[in-house]
């Protein structure tokens, strides 16, 4: 059996405030397979953007292990995390963080260039992801040319570019009316099922969580079926 995108043991957090040490996870429990896409859905406050960047290698935990393809990250330095955030793991946030002084296709190419990839054979991938999700002919547009819907498809690409093996994404279009959120969130199912990869996608839309392949929550610090 082959080792899964992501697994995470007994995975806990605490943060220090004002009042007193703040536990947020304690013990969380999650594992995801090849091609599966995962609804995270659980009231705000409760810890999914924790979960999502405990995953995602951008904290390290109290307590417990994060496993990226079976390779426990926890011990290792600041720089093998990296290492592994650009070439297995993609990021999707509910703002589209696109760079604004560059065009579309641009924004997918750099990432690439970051991990390694030629320009020329980078700004082919970026072109064949950006057609992918109808962006063909604005591919030379910058960001702030493009509408709310277009600019979230370019991070979609993004996230992409490098062919990761794990897409976290946290209320992806939560920031699109309903008509434009609904589309893009189909191009965004088709497109992680088509390259298999295994998603997390936190959403506060039921009927977005409806259409994944499962739902889990946080209740008290851990991941339960939701």
């Known amino acids: 059996m082959s080792e899964a995108p992501l697994r995470l043991e007994g995975v806990a957090r605490r943060f220090r405030t004002e ?3 703040l536990t947020v996870l304690t013990g969380a429990e999650l594992r995801l397979e090849a091609g599966e896409i995962v609804a995270l859905v659980a009231p705000s406050g409760t810890g999914k953007s924790t979960l999502l960047h405990l995953a995602g290698l951008l904290e390290r935990p109290d307590a417990g292990e994060v496993f990226v393809a079976g390779r426990a990250a926890g011990t290792l330095s600041d720089d093998a ?3 592994i955030r ?3 793991i993609g990021f999707v946030y509910q703002f589209h963080h696109l760079l604004p002084e560059f065009t579309a ?5 750099l990432p690439q260039m970051a991990n390694g990839i030629a320009r020329t054979a980078a700004r082919e991938r970026a072109r064949q992801l950006l057609g992918s999700f109808g962006l063909s002919g604005r591919e030379h547009h910058r960001p702030g040319r493009l509408s709310g819907g277009e600019q979230q498809r370019v991070a979609i690409a993004r996230a992409l570019a490098n062919g990761p093996r794990i897409l976290l994404a946290d209320e992806p279009t939560g920031n699109l009316d309903v008509g434009t959120s609904d589309l893009v969130f189909e191009e965004l199912l088709a497109s992680v099922r088509g390259q298999g990869v295994a998603a997390l996608i936190a959403t506060h839309n039921p009927a977005l969580a409806a259409r994944m392949d499962r739902v889990v929550t946080l209740r008290d610090g851990r991941v339960v079926p939701g």
Not at 105 to 109: F, K, P, Q
């Open 86 to 88: 650009r070439t297995a």
């Open 19 to 21: 009042a007193g040490e």
């Open 105 to 109: 296709e641009e924004n997918v190419v």
């Open 81 to 83: 995390r990296t290492a």
